[in-house]
């Protein structure tokens, strides 16, 4: 007996999970369920772009994010690297090919869903490459590409749909506009690229467009990196600046044209600001919780595509979970949906009483110059312990292998930021400098167990390298006094 109705009493489901979104914390979870031998399915179906893009399963860090971001930053850090390598002897000369690019980061993702999915299949996972809606708290109707449909009944299901992309309500944005969900599959080179935002989807997008050699301006409303230390944003915004991207501040565009050969003319509040081969959108995502018929369900949301939920992600239902971006208030970060799908799955069928921590989560920023970062800002830090019991210690850093190329200078930049009422403990700690993302792992371990600043200066640093300047930085950061310049070797 399949019973479709929640209030029925003794009730048989087809799964004991039913996951909604194949993204990273739905797989996530679901693996790690079915490993306590439950009976679990995903569906995961991507609508297309306005610009008719569309991917396979894994989500947007797979498709079109953490993944493919990555590996088009570090092509346009091999480019930028040749002029280092020419102060190391080399001469070198050589040219950019985007359709290349583009062809080799797509079919290795396409490798990553064909993973995916062997993967679910061998752990027993059932996948279905349909579109999931509520049609009760425990049934979901599943839509196929052609339109087909059934249902299905769970006794417990994982709302994971993550977001996508705001195009901004602009006159003719979904027409002549790109986003995110473009950018990495568009088989023609950008070239003179307009971005639109400030957050770091824009200028990791524009840092490595810019270092592949394509003309881009960022056009900004207000501040950079909204929510990160802003003395470290006003440095990025520097060096980008200096490596070639152009700035358009204090504006925002109104409507966007086609022209008569294809290109993208761009208003302001001013009238035309310029005419553009590729106008790419970044001003920020829009969760997909309203697609699937919540109120089928009866779970509360937001109005604006995001579900609030408790310490356990639990929504108002006390059987429909959500992980991930869908969340309200949550960090947007994949290894956090993995952790809190892992964490989900090990509490619900594993005996574990373990919630999911999100205090002190490491990230980086993607951007020509690497930001990595875990703890408090400096605004934030003084907001929480007070001003007067914050220490900041900070140094300028030059990376030796930009030693010989005149052209560098001193623009990477470590800052500690330290509570004085814990014995300085390091509550802070901001990464301005190549690789930023691979030193900001290790340290954040030290900064989760309550590291003090005493302790980073016990620790040997490894010479010569860029990590070691977390361990010897004594400059302690005073309020309208230049930063010392880097001294010895």
Known sequence: LICNRSSQAGMVYD??????????????????????????????????????????????????????????????????????????????????????????VNNYIKSLNWGQKKDLKSKNVTYYNKFASFVDDHTLKLTDKDGNEEQVTAETILIATGGRPNLGGYEGAGECCISSDDIFWQKKAPGKTLVVGAAYISLECAG?????GFDVTVMVRSILLRGFDQEIADKIGAFMEKSGTKFARGM??????????????????????????????????TGCATWVNLENAGVTHDGSGKIPVDATEKTNKDNIYAIGDVVKGMLELTPVAIAAG?????????????????????TTVFTPLEYGCIGYNEEEAFAKFGKENIIVYQSPIKPLHWATNPERGDSCYVKLIC??????????VHLLCPDAGEI????????????????F????????????????????KQEGQEMEALGGC
């Open 15 to 104: 799964y004991d999970l039913f996951v909604i979104g194949g993204g990273s914390g739905g797989l996530a979870a679901s693996k790690r369920a079915a490993g306590y031998g439950k009976k679990v399915a995903v569906a995961d179906f991507v609508k297309p772009s306005p610009a008719g893009t569309t991917w396979g399963l894994g989500g947007t860090c797979v498709n079109v994010g953490c993944i493919p971001k990555k590996l088009m930053h570090t092509s346009a850090l091999m480019g930028e690297a040749q002029a280092d390598a020419h102060g190391l002897g080399w001469e070198t000369q050589a040219s950019h090919d985007w359709q290349k690019m583009v062809s080799s």
């Open 208 to 212: 490595f467009l810019t270092g592949l």
């Open 440 to 455: 900001i792992q290790g340290v954040a371990i030290a900064v989760r167990v309550g590291a003090t600043k005493a302790d």
């Open 419 to 428: 509570n004085k009422l814990e014995k300085e403990k390091v509550v802070g």
């Open 252 to 285: 925002v565009p109104t409507k966007f044209e086609k022209t008569e050969d294809g290109k993208v003319r761009v208003f302001t509040k001013d009238g035309e600001f310029g005419i553009y081969d590729t106008v790419l959108l970044a001003i920020g995502r």
């Open 457 to 476: 200066d016990d620790t040997i640093g490894i010479h010569p390298t860029v990590a070691e300047m977390i361990t010897t930085v004594t400059q302690v």
């Open 342 to 362: 892992q964490a989900l799955a090990d509490r619900l069928y594993g005996g574990s009483t373990k919630l999911m921590d999100y205090k002190l989560v490491p």
